[in-house]
Nanobody, 125 residues
């Protein structure tokens, strides 16, 4: 049974920062066999890929809208993936989902086989 425990969301003012964490467990293989990522769904919008990080070489993908503001990282020893979000904007308001895949693509929602329950991030003054 795959399990994702997401934390670090909440309410923040524009220009502020949050760090999302996601501890994963229950996978058949060790975590370094999986690419990991963060997806989000904003109100009245389709789910989109925010950032992803490769299984072996830690190569990273970022959506154009978050480049230069968000940083993804992973700690395989702790079975955890992080998303550092700086200079947050109201348009970043969404439910953020941690996700994992054994595939070689980790950009779009359809690239991922496994999902967390999601955590709310609200950027508002």
């Amino acid at each position: 049974q795959f399990k994702f425990v997401e934390s670090g969301g909440g309410l923040v003012q524009p220009g502020g920062s949050l760090r999302l964490s996601c501890e994963v467990s229950g996978f058949t293989l060790s975590l370094d066999h999986y690419a990991l990522g963060w997806l989000r769904r904003a109100p009245r919008k389709a789910r989109e890929g925010v950032s992803g990080i490769g299984a072996g070489d830690d190569s990273a993908y970022y959506a154009e809208s978050v480049k230069g503001r968000f940083t993804i990282s992973r700690d395989n020893a702790k079975n955890t993936v992080y998303l550092q979000m700086n200079n947050l904007k109201p348009e970043d308001t969404a439910v953020y989902y941690c996700a994992a895949t054994q595939g070689w693509r980790y950009r779009d929602p359809e690239d991922y086989e496994y999902w967390g329950q999601g955590i709310q991030v609200t950027v508002s003054s």
